[in-house]
């Protein structure tokens, strides 16, 4: 695609999935997202998440075709006390900044150190979803409920209609299997990419959609029939509740602590996805201060050090937002669905409309029949989510607290990246494979000094040379 091998590929495959099923984060971000599901009732917290990972797995489907062609670039304090602290926003920022700085320690190692670290992520995952199976099975003993409960009771704690809160809760699969694109961002970084990419792509989807399936299942098994209080929890984490039902306080506390743990590396793996993507973007002159963002570290192993840290800053300053409310920090948060989705649709769109004639397939490929009505459908689902995403989970006419400014956030930032574009940077902003264009400028520039040196490489074999790894340099022409 024109540009120059910066990044050492140090990762293999199963550290390419490890990045994506460590971001996705299967059990603590199903616990942070049981706010969505549970208000369906049981029966629509796992069909909804059956459903909408399988309408996933269909984008992951047409993400797959792209990267396999064009692999480029709260609650266990207040447990803990019974009730009598309760944390400060101010508190809570601490705690997140002190993640964040140290998530930037951690992200700025060598990659090959990271990616050896990246099979602890995913044994610490799969341990946590093991363990939380067992001893809620084993802690409501005598209080499970039946299969009827579980697939056929339909609940509604929302304003909206039934149908429409079923389709809310879609929003807890949406949100956890939403990181898979983290495959994409380290592709620079993967031996064998085309291969590599698709794959892991795939098998993170379909372990959170298997493995997701069991566990709201055993959830609506050894819940609490009582579904408000489990929502409305006075630990304010309805997860938590579960614990403390099945299992009592300190029970609790340690699965709440195991919890925060693989959260903690859920941060890291997203610091490290997101510092990638940076700097690709970087790379094309793309954002603000792109030339201080852009250099590579050799010094820590060909890592993008100062994206790295642009991610911490831009984190930290964000974070402050919790400062002034809740609703607030949601509203940029939100930006996760309704931007991804987005960011995934257009390339989808560009190669079913296009990109037809244009398009060539890697060695994943779905097939000439299939590969443009798969991308039809999952451009279909990308829109419908981003919609979904906007909706006040509430119901119609919430209060100020309750309102859901996800669309007054997306609104600023697409409107505002747009009217940047069509001012200002469509009149100097060359878009992707601006590497190619410096490089050939360089390419001239050798050219230049080689025949004042004596010596003259033929246009062709710089970029030769390039292509097949080597440098070439004025001394290696032809006299």
Known sequence: M???QELK?????????????????????????????????????????????????????AMADLGSAYPTSGALLVMASNGAIQPSSRIIYAVFLACVLSHGVLASTSSKFMGRLLYLFIFLNVALILATLVALAVGRAGQRNGAL??????????????????????????????????????????????????????SSIGMCWGLGFIIVIVLA???????????HS?????????????????????????????????GLSICVAASRQVWAFSRDGALPFSRLIRPVSKRFGHVPVRAIWACVLVASV??????????AASAVFSLCIAGDNLAWCIPILARAVWGRAKFA???????????????WAAVAFLLFGIVLAMFPPGGPAPAREDMNYCVVVNAAVWGGASLYYFLDARKWFRGPGGALAAAEEEEDGEAIEGEAAGYIVPSGEVEKGRRAGTNISQGDGVS
């Open 221 to 231: 098994h050894c819940i609490s029939p009582d579904i408000e209080s489990i929502l």
């Open 149 to 202: 409960f579980i697939f056929a009771e339909v609940d509604n704690l929302t304003a909206w209609p039934t149908g429409w809160a079923f389709m809310l809760a879609w929003l807890s699969p949406i949100w956890t299997i939403g990181s898979f694109d983290a495959c994409v961002y380290m592709s620079e970084e993967a031996s064998n990419a085309a291969k590599a990419v698709p794959m892991g792509i795939l």
């Open 9 to 61: 590929r140090n990762f293999r495959a199963v550290e390419i999935f490890g990045i994506a099923f460590s971001i996705m984060g299967l059990m603590p971000s199903i616990a942070s997202t049981l706010s969505f599901s549970l208000p369906a009732g049981p029966a629509g917290m796992v069909w909804s998440w059956f459903v909408a990972s399988g309408c996933i797995f269909v984008v992951g489907l």
């Open 318 to 327: 964000f974070g402050l937002l919790s400062l002034v409310a809740p609703a």
């Open 234 to 266: 006075r630990f304010g984490q309805p997860m938590a509740q579960i614990y403390y039902d099945a299992l009592g306080k300190q029970g609790a506390l340690g699965f709440t602590a195991f919890l925060f743990v693989v959260q903690y590396f859920m």
């Open 2 to 4: 024109g540009y120059q």
């Open 361 to 375: 397939p890697g060695p994943f490929y779905t097939g000439r029949r299939c590969s443009v009505p798969i991308a």
